[in-house]
């Protein structure tokens, strides 16, 4: 389980940082361990945690002798992205958070993908679905597949969505730099920056795939909307400039457009807001995003906050709904296959979705469903 560093140079090194996730830690080795493309090595560095993560990791990593486990004093995310890309070997970084999980072929299909493009391709990236805490799909994100440039990355806010969903050439990060650790957020955005703008193969790709889960959980960082947007705005004012095929003020379309809908400072929403208008209301109208900003940026706070609130409900009568959908679903399955009354069966929040299992298509849901109620019932 502690790898063995004499082995054979992988073509891959996976790095997770951890802290405090022992909930879900077990479910990032797994789907890390099983994936159908194997030459890789895989770094867990435990930034520090003071629960039972580091054990979990042992546990689920067994004897695999590509897992090595490396435990440093807590230091935030970037600083332990860091230390597990110093240590990596591999010609390609993948970087996978402590609390996500990938699908099986998440390597196999970007390892494929990055060595069947021009060599000035440094970084790949797939699509990603959002979960909730408990492993519930709850929505897709879909972006362009293809090149995407500087210009790209800022003005459609990081379309990588997370550092999760990125497989990038170790010499990207000898180009560019380190993770700033200085920054409580949006560091994958200014280290994809960077990459795109000093690095020697500063082009990244957008895969058709969607390969990762992203947990959205409470009190994650990438949930704390604060602490964000203020250092996003620091974040723009020395980027923006930059912009070669865009004006500046059109990478603060989006950031505004996600501020009024879903941020805490009202004035940092007007702030965003009005420098995006000042790239013409033409331009705006041209753009999906420049569209609903102008329509968010009419209304009266009053008014936005109705449609926050209409929104939260909605949001949280589709979570319950599927819930239970979901619970019905598996219970059923369960019920079936083991000749139990499934009135008499106890009631667990059930992984996967119901969603999840019909996408499958018979018989390859079966056995997952199954294993997945046998397990939570």
Known sequence: MTGDASAAIPLVTVVTPAYDVGRYIGEAVDSV??????????????????DDTAKLVKVHGGDDPRLRLIQIVHSGVPAARNT??????????????????WRPKFLERQVSLIESLPPEVGMVFCRTR??????????????????????????????AGNGSAVLVRASCFADAGDFDESLPWAEDLDMWLRIAEHSKTPVSWGSRYFLVDRRLRAGAMTRDTTTGEAVLDKLLAAQAPRLRRYPAAEAYVR?????????????????WAATARSSGLGRLARSAAGRQLLVWA????????????AQG????????????????WNRACYGLAHGAA????????????????????????????LESCTRTL
Request: hydrophobic share 40%; aromatic share 10%; with cysteine.
């Open 84 to 101: 597990g890309i110093r240590e990596a070997r591999g010609k390609y970084i993948a970087l996978l958070d402590g609390d996500d999980r």
């Open 298 to 309: 009419a209304m009266p706070a009053s008014g936005r906050r109705a449609v926050r609130r």
């Open 130 to 159: 959002s979960i909730l805490d408990n492993g519930m799909l709850v929505k897709i994100h879909w972006q362009r597949a293809g090149s995407y440039d500087f210009d790209d990355f800022l003005v459609r806010n990081n379309p």
């Open 342 to 369: 499934i009135r008499k069966l106890p009631y667990r929040q059930p992984m996967p979705s119901v969603w999840e299992c019909l996408r499958r298509s018979c018989p390859r849901w079966w056995p997952t469903c």
């Open 255 to 271: 950031p505004a457009l996600l501020a009024l809908k879903y941020g805490s400072d009202a004035k940092m929403a007007q702030h």
């Open 313 to 328: 409900l909605a949001r949280a009568a589709v979570k319950r709904a599927t819930s239970r959908l979901s619970f019905l």
């Open 33 to 50: 361990l099983r994936q159908t493309f194997a030459d890789f090595e895989y770094l867990v560095v435990d930034d520090g945690s003071t």
